[in-house]
């Protein structure tokens, strides 16, 4: 069966301090993995994509993993600031399946002062 | 450009009464299109999928339906409301390029039912 499983399920910081998010999936035939932030009561909004032959990428103070071995992504949020307070939610896409997404229950990210 | 409109933001509806959300997609044609759910302090659910014109995939077993009259329209209704239906509503639309699956997501809507 096609899971994606988050950990940890809720997180609280304190603001400027570093974290990591976690990602297991047992999506097959893989297609590409995205991680996405979600602000309450919004859509969720793309944050990086990598694909089977990408094992990393950045896009400002967020930095994603993966490891296509072990079906493992993390999210990486450096010097976090009140605003990355927010749902990060991981999804996997099924290859040849039109698109489908698998999507991950989410982490909760609360940054406090 | 592709853009995703979802509407009402929010409805307040009594248990009992139909529902019908609605969300287009402009920019783009034969998109994939989803409907999730998100109960309160949980993940986001897919209810329903749809690869293409009158045709609906349903995940879950439930109190809604899906319909897709147009190539660029997705409805989510029902026809009576259940308290178990409160939630926050996503539509999304989705395609694929030679990096994979790309899904796009409206803004929401927020349903409480009294």
């Known amino acids: 069966k096609n899971q994606v499983e988050q950990s940890p399920q809720s997180l609280i910081i304190l603001e400027g301090k570093n974290c990591t998010l976690q990602?297991?999936?047992?999506?097959?035939?893989?297609?590409?993995l995205r991680w996405y932030k979600q602000d309450t009561g919004r859509g969720p909004v793309s944050l990086t994509i990598m694909t089977f032959s990408e094992n990393t990428k950045s896009n400002g103070r967020y930095t994603a993993t993966l490891d296509a071995d072990t079906k493992q992504s993390s999210l990486h949020i450096t010097a976090s600031q009140l605003s990355d307070s927010a749902s990060y939610i991981c999804?996997?896409?099924?290859?040849?399946?039109?698109?489908?997404?698998?999507f991950g229950q989410g982490t909760e990210l609360s940054v406090k002062p | 450009s592709q853009t995703i409109h979802q509407w009402p933001a929010t409805l307040v509806q009594p248990v009992g009464s139909p529902l019908s959300l609605e969300c287009t997609v402009e920019g783009t044609s034969n998109p994939n299109l989803y409907w999730y759910r998100q109960a309160a302090g949980r993940g986001l659910q897919l209810l329903f999928y749809?690869?293409?014109?009158?045709?609906i995939s349903s995940e879950v077993p439930q109190n809604l339906s899906a319909s897709r009259p147009q190539d660029r329209q997705f409805i989510l209704s029902s026809k009576k409301l259940l308290l178990s239906d409160s939630g926050f509503y996503l539509c999304a639309w989705s395609y694929t390029s030679g990096r994979g699956a790309e899904a796009f997501f409206g803004q929401g809507t927020r349903l409480t039912v009294v």
């Open positions: 990602c297991n999936y047992t999506v097959s035939p893989f297609s590409n």
């Open positions: 749809s690869v293409g014109i009158g045709q």
């Open positions: 999804v996997v896409s099924v290859q040849n399946q039109g698109g489908k997404l698998i």
